[in-house]
């Protein structure tokens, strides 16, 4: 009969715990921030590299985002939340403990039962339950934030996918603009040996003076000291590249980044439409995981207020009791019992009054925070747009002053040869030339580092299925 009464107890406990995992993230309301009409997002924005159709890019950031130290942060806190809501949905269930205790008693000769004495031995086992009945949701509701903080953490991931993968692009065209840079000032330096052999031979003989002679030099001179610092420079790029990538010492030290095709061919990549995507707030993982850090700080708030109601716990304990160890779970030895207990907070009111507005002020930052995260994605992506606008024209206008400079340089070497101006008009329309074609390198990395932007800042580089579901 005792165990019949016990079962009705135990079943509600059960029930309870199977609506403990019936909860799902709810999103904070949507803040009232006018925002400007937007047009169709470009469809390749979740591997925006793809489009550059450029295989040597491609491998370099798959191999970045599997293998940097920064992803690999962001995925172990990715783990460490998982773990953190797995703590909080165990809260919701009923805590249950497998039980066994040995007593041995001397009782006093006042406590003692009358005609027993001497020291006795007493044996208690079976499972004791203890479970708070979530009454006013406070426990569901920190079950709500770590969930909310699960979704945070997912889009801060994606947040740094997003950033790797763009400074992996930039640190690639940095190395191919100094490979090209390397190129052009090791044609011109062997221009400039050639040219300074022949004005010695010229002095030797007589046809030119001094001044001449030294303009060759000094001008052979300047290819010389520039050339080292260029080769510094991709030493530099190279290693740092490797870091991002996430290689080894030996590998940074021994290893060499493949470079694939160069940055005029990168630099032919499609264009992007222009305005701004409707779903941009929803497409910056930056943007959404401000949202979830506020969904946080709501369920934090209002699990805080609940802190004021009391608290129902309810116990009980199935086994049994005997002074012989070999008998404890015989029927004679059975026992069970069920308490409840209300816990109301009554001295500690000031300190939840003090935790409500510390929760308070918390989510008033998460919402500054959130309002500050949406004003900046808007404002990202017309600084992009506006630096993609000015780099492409910047690269037209410096191609066509190649083509001219080029023009000048032969023109030079014509009117030299037949005596109408001098050499130094010729070694100033050569170093003129060089000037143009290094920035021409410099047009071109920033023509792709500028399409990088705006395919980061229009939020590329994540897709949304890469989140797991928190439901």
């Not at 004005?199 to 060759?216: D, M, N, P, T, V």
């Not at 992007?272 to 850090?293: F, K, N, S, W």
């Amino acid at each position: 009969m005792e165990s019949k009464l016990m079962r009705p107890a135990l079943l509600a406990l059960l029930v309870a715990a199977g609506l403990a995992g019936c909860a799902s993230y709810t999103p904070p309301p949507k803040l009232d921030l006018p925002t400007p009409e937007g047009v169709t997002a470009p469809a390749e924005l979740g591997q925006w590299w793809q489009s550059l159709n450029a295989p040597v890019l491609n491998g370099l950031i798959d191999e970045a985002l599997r293998h940097n130290t920064d992803v690999l942060v962001a995925m172990e806190s990715v783990g460490q939340s998982r773990a953190t809501l797995r703590q909080a949905q165990v809260a919701l269930l009923p805590d249950v403990n497998a039980t066994l205790n040995a007593t041995r008693r001397n009782p006093s000769d006042l406590t003692g039962q009358p005609g027993r004495t001497g020291a006795s031995t007493s044996y208690t086992g079976g499972l004791s339950v203890s479970y708070e009945i979530d009454l006013w949701g406070r426990v569901w509701k920190a079950k709500d934030a770590a969930l909310a903080n699960l979704l945070a953490s997912q889009y801060a991931r994606e947040a740094t996918r997003s950033a790797v993968a763009a400074q992996t692009a930039r640190s690639y065209f940095t190395l191919l603009a100094a490979d090209a840079e390397i190129a052009l000032l090791t044609q011109t330096l062997n221009t400039r040996n050639e040219a300074v052999s022949l004005e010695q031979k010229r002095f030797k003989a007589g046809a030119i003076g001094e001044y001449e002679l030294k303009l060759s030099e000094a001008e052979q001179a300047s290819i010389a000291a520039a050339l080292p610092q260029v080769l510094a420079a991709r030493e530099k790029a190279e290693a740092a590249l490797a870091v991002l990538l996430g290689r080894s010492p030996k590998e940074i030290i021994e290893g060499h980044i493949e470079r694939g095709n160069g940055l005029t061919v990168l630099a032919e990549a499609p264009e992007i439409p222009a305005g701004l995507p409707a779903d941009l707030l929803t497409r910056r993982p930056d943007v959404r995981r401000a949202e979830a850090q506020l969904a946080v700080a709501d369920a934090s708030l209002a699990e805080t207020r609940r802190r004021y109601f009391p608290n129902l716990t309810l116990t009980g304990f199935l086994g049994g009791e005997s002074p012989s160890l070999s008998d404890l779970f015989n029927a004679p030895a059975r026992t069970w019992n069920i308490a409840g207990q209300l816990l109301q907070p009554i001295v500690g009111m000031a300190n939840i009054d003090a935790q409500v507005e510390a929760a308070k002020a918390s989510r008033n930052q998460a919402e500054l925070a959130y309002a500050q995260a949406a004003r900046s994605a808007y404002a990202d992506v017309r600084s992009a747009l506006a630096a993609h606008s000015a780099a492409r024209d910047t690269l037209v206008a410096t191609e066509t002053r190649v083509k001219a400079q080029t023009k000048v340089k032969e023109l030079a070497d014509i009117r030299y040869k037949a005596g109408v101006s001098s050499y130094l008009d010729q070694l100033n329309a050569e170093r003129d030339r060089l000037g143009a074609e290094r920035d021409r390198v410099s047009a071109l990395q920033g023509r792709l580092n500028a399409l990088v932007d705006v395919y980061q800042s229009l939020g590329g580089g994540w897709q949304q299925q890469d989140i797991a579901s928190t439901k």
